[in-house]
């Protein structure tokens, strides 16, 4: 015990990422075996992690990247159980390697980015393991991808929202395709276009219209009429294309592509956000 120095401790802290004390005590039960050391302080995080796997990790970070050629973009969700962990450079750190672990290796869905491995270790094995190094339960709840000519992310202030859209062409301004892209995360569009809004929604949109037309005493033969008035005004206010744009109400989102390329428009978008 003797042996262990302060060097040995400070190398397996930075190998495991778990506190000096803890690194000191592996090192000791394991006579200095660093490989023994790493394997203890991994299943004592794992024990600790378990005993909180009923918590809530209602907490953490949004992330959003493309791929280098810009026609691929991800966004993942890895959750806490505070603010305070969440903020941290380590936790942040984390979320930004299986992001690009996840940009890499171009997984299929979410189980898929769990049984991906990053320097020999499974995501979900890792993820398990600084959850149990924190004291608080981690989870890699969402994953999401897109491709397209162009894709843009866009990450809100704070880690808490962040947005991918795709787009028909590429080799445009960067600045038009994270307009449209903070556009998303602050408006919340349902769709790129009218053509895109799932019929459940125009169904539930037309009838709202409709009764408060009729509770209003406006008479049964105009309230057709009066509804589909009130569904352009729904495309209006919640489809991507046809919003104004937030940095110059004059034009709405296409109007503003246009104004760049002609045949430009928005083809696809993905909005996550945690606790907003």
Same mark, same amino acid.
Do not use: W
């Given at each position: 015990?003797?042996?262990?120095?302060? %060097? #040995?401790?400070?190398? $397996?802290?930075?190998?495991?990422?778990? /506190?000096?004390?803890?690194?000191?005590?592996? *090192? =000791?039960?394991?006579?200095?075996?660093?490989?023994?050391?790493?394997?203890?302080?991994?299943?004592?995080?794992?024990?600790?992690?378990?005993?909180?796997?009923?918590?809530?990790?209602?907490?953490?970070?949004?992330?959003?990247?493309?791929?280098?050629?810009?026609?691929?973009?991800?966004?993942?969700?890895?959750?806490?159980?505070?603010?305070?962990?969440?903020?941290?450079?380590?936790?942040?750190?984390?979320?930004?390697?299986?992001?690009?672990?996840?940009?890499?290796?171009?997984? %299929? #869905?979410?189980?898929? $980015?769990?049984?991906?491995?990053?320097? /020999?270790?499974?995501?979900?094995?890792?993820? *398990? =393991?600084?959850?149990?190094?924190?004291?608080?339960?981690?989870?890699?709840?969402?994953?999401?991808?897109?491709?397209?000519?162009?894709?843009?992310?866009?990450?809100?202030?704070?880690?808490?929202?962040?947005?991918?859209?795709?787009?028909?062409?590429?080799?445009?301004?960067?600045?038009?395709?994270?307009?449209?892209?903070?556009?998303?995360?602050?408006?919340?569009?349902?769709?790129?276009?009218?053509?895109?809004?799932?019929?459940?929604?125009?169904?539930?949109?037309?009838?709202? %219209?409709?009764?408060?037309?009729?509770?209003?005493?406006?008479?049964?033969?105009?309230?057709?009429?009066?509804?589909?008035?009130?569904?352009?005004?729904?495309?209006?206010?919640?489809?991507?294309?046809?919003?104004?744009?937030?940095?110059?109400?004059?034009?709405?989102?296409?109007?503003?592509?246009?104004?760049?390329?002609?045949?430009?428009?928005?083809?696809?978008?993905?909005?996550?956000?945690?606790?907003?």
């Amino acid at each position: 015990m003797s042996n262990i120095s302060a %060097a #040995d401790v400070a190398k $397996l802290r930075r190998l495991t990422g778990a /506190g000096m004390m803890d690194c000191k005590k592996a *090192l =000791e039960e394991a006579a200095g075996d660093f490989e023994k050391a790493q394997e203890l302080i991994r299943k004592r995080g794992q024990a600790i992690a378990n005993k909180r796997a009923d918590r809530e990790a209602t907490e953490g970070v949004v992330l959003a990247k493309t791929t280098p050629d810009g026609k691929t973009g991800m966004i993942i969700s890895l959750n806490c159980e505070t603010d305070f962990v969440a903020k941290n450079a380590d936790f942040i750190a984390l979320g930004n390697k299986i992001l690009d672990t996840a940009l890499k290796s171009a997984p %299929a #869905d979410l189980e898929a $980015l769990k049984n991906t491995e990053i320097e /020999g270790k499974k995501v979900s094995d890792l993820v *398990l =393991e600084k959850s149990g190094i924190t004291g608080e339960k981690f989870e890699l709840s969402y994953f999401s991808t897109m491709s397209a000519e162009a894709v843009q992310a866009y990450i809100h202030q704070g880690n808490k929202l962040a947005t991918l859209v795709g787009f028909s062409k590429g080799g445009i301004d960067v600045q038009v395709y994270k307009d449209v892209a903070m556009q998303v995360a602050a408006m919340n569009p349902v769709s790129v276009d009218k053509d895109d809004v799932p019929e459940k929604i125009l169904a539930q949109e037309l009838d709202i %219209a409709r009764e408060q037309a009729r509770r209003e005493g406006k008479p049964e033969e105009m309230l057709e009429k009066i509804a589909q008035g009130k569904l352009n005004k729904f495309f209006k206010e919640s489809t991507l294309m046809n919003q104004e744009f937030i940095k110059d109400s004059k034009l709405s989102i296409r109007q503003y592509l246009e104004s760049h390329d002609k045949g430009l428009r928005a083809t696809g978008f993905v909005r996550y956000t945690l606790n907003i």
